[in-house]
C-alpha cells in the first residue's frame, strides 16, 4: 500500500485497523512518514504507543520488526551475532575431513550462512514490500552507551558488521521509538525525531477506542467502564490504568455477561485494571463504590 497523503488519509488508515488517534497524533505520524523522520512517542504505559507502530505495519502492508529495549541491551544484541555452535561443527567438519584450507574456511566462517540478523540489521535489509516499520520499543530501559550507538545508526541508517563491512539500507526504515519516560532519553537522540507525548484519551476518544477494541460490549456498559476508569486515573495510584486495562477489563466483564457496573463486581475483576497489590487494595470495600457513583454521576445529563 502507497503511504497516505494526507493527515486524514492517516486517521482513516489507523482507524482502519481498530486505533483510534486524534488529529495531532495523525499529524505527527503523516510528517514522519512524508519526511522520512524518525517518530519518537513518549507517554504512560498502556496508552497505545506500541499499538500505533503496528496499526502503521499493519494498514501500510509492511514488516513489522520489533526491538524490545531492556537494562544492558547492547549493540551486538541489537544488529548481529555470530552463530557459533554452527560455525564449531564446520570447524570440526574441516578438521576431520583434513587439508582444510583455513583461509577459505574462515572467509565461509564469517558469511551470511552463520550469521544471526537481529532487529536493526533486519531493518537495514530490502524488502520486496517496502521499507520495514522498525519499532524501538520502551529505550528508556537501556543505558547512554545503547542511546549513543543508536544515534549513530539512525541518523545514516547503516550498521556495521566488522567481518562483513557496512550495511546500509536502500529504504530508509520507519521508525517509531516508544518510551515510558521511567528516565529522560538524551536530547540528541530526541532531536533526530519527531516527537510526540501520548496522553490519556478523553471521554469521548476512550470510548471510541473501547467501541472499535470491544465492538460486542453493550453502549451503556462501554459508557460505565470508561467513566469508572477515567475518574480512577484522578486517585492517587501507583500505576494508573491505560486505555489497554480498559479495553481488558471490558473484555473480562462481556466474557462474565455483566451488564452492569456493581462495586461487587468491581471488586471480583480489580485484576484487570490494576496490576499492583497496593492499588487494589485501595479500592476494596467502600472506596470502590464511592468512584463508581462519581463515575454514574457524570454520566446523568447536566
Known amino acids: 500500500m502507497t503511504q497516505p497523503d494526507s493527515i486524514d488519509a492517516v486517521q482513516s488508515m489507523l482507524g482502519s485497523q481498530g486505533y483510534v488517534c486524534g488529529r495531532a497524533l495523525a499529524t505527527v505520524v503523516f510528517l514522519s512518514l512524508k519526511l522520512g523522520r524518525p517518530l519518537f512517542l513518549e507517554g504512560e504505559a498502556g496508552v497505545g504507543k506500541t499499538e500505533i507502530a503496528k496499526a502503521l505495519a499493519a494498514g501500510l502492508n509492511r514488516r513489522l520488526i520489533r526491538l524490545q529495549c531492556y537494562e544492558g541491551l ?68 537501556t543505558d547512554e552507551p545503547f542511546e549513543a550507538f543508536l544515534l549513530e545508526a539512525l541518523s545514516d541508517f547503516q550498521v556495521t558488521i566488522p567481518e562483513l563491512g557496512t550495511v546500509k539500507a536502500p529504504e530508509p526504515p520507519i521508525v517509531i521509538v ?13 532531536r533526530r525525531c519527531l516527537y510526540h507525548w501520548v496522553d490519556y484519551p478523553d471521554f469521548d476518544r476512550e470510548i471510541e477506542i473501547l467501541h472499535a477494541r470491544a465492538p460486542e460490549a453493550a453502549e451503556a456498559l462501554s459508557r460505565e467502564v470508561v467513566a469508572f476508569v477515567q475518574h480512577l486515573r484522578t486517585e492517587d495510584l501507583f500505576k494508573k490504568p491505560g486505555v489497554a486495562e480498559t479495553i481488558d477489563w471490558a473484555k473480562c466483564l462481556l466474557a462474565l455477561d455483566v451488564i452492569n457496573l456493581s462495586p461487587e463486581v468491581i471488586g471480583d475483576t480489580l485484576g484487570a485494571i490494576l496490576k499492583y497489590q497496593d492499588d487494589i487494595q485501595k479500592l476494596q470495600g467502600s472506596e470502590a463504590k464511592r468512584i463508581l457513583d462519581q463515575a454514574k454521576a457524570s454520566l446523568e445529563p447536566a
Open 74 to 141: 547492547d549493540a551486538s544484541s541489537a544488529v548481529y551475532e555470530w552463530n557459533f555452535p554452527a560455525q564449531m561443527v564446520a570447524i570440526r567438519t574441516a578438521e576431520a575431513s583434513g587439508g582444510a584450507d583455513r583461509g577459505r574456511l574462515q572467509t565461509e566462517l564469517f558469511s551470511d550462512e552463520y550469521l544471526i540478523e537481529r532487529p536493526l540489521l533486519q531493518a537495514m535489509r530490502p524488502d520486496e514490500h517496502g521499507a520495514p516499520v522498525l519499532l524501538i520499543d520502551e529505550l528508556d530501559r
Open 178 to 190: 516508544t518510551s515510558n519516560r521511567t528516565r529522560e532519553v538524551h536530547d540528541a537522540l530526541k
